[in-house]
């Protein structure tokens, strides 16, 4: 059984569900699952990461807003 599988058959039984506390119980595993899980990166990515915080130590960045208006501009321009 593949896990997208697993999930939709997961899913149909807990609609089936109606007793609460077994659902607050399920959540609770849920909670600490989703939560305690921890990213495994390439060490290529965290140089990307230590890269960014850098330039962004340095001001090497444009905020959103002025990058919107910046690609506005520029689909304006056709």
Known sequence: MTA???KKLLIH???EINDESFLRAINTILDA?????VLNLTDGQ???IVES????EKGLFIEQTEM???FNRWL???
Do not use: G, M
């Open 68 to 70: 919107d208006k910046e």
């Open 76 to 78: 304006n321009a056709k």
């Open 53 to 56: 915080k850098r330039q962004f």
């Open 33 to 37: 699952k989703t939560q305690s899980q």
């Open 4 to 6: 997208i599988e697993l």
């Open 13 to 15: 039984r807990i609609s």
């Open 46 to 48: 965290r140089s990307e």
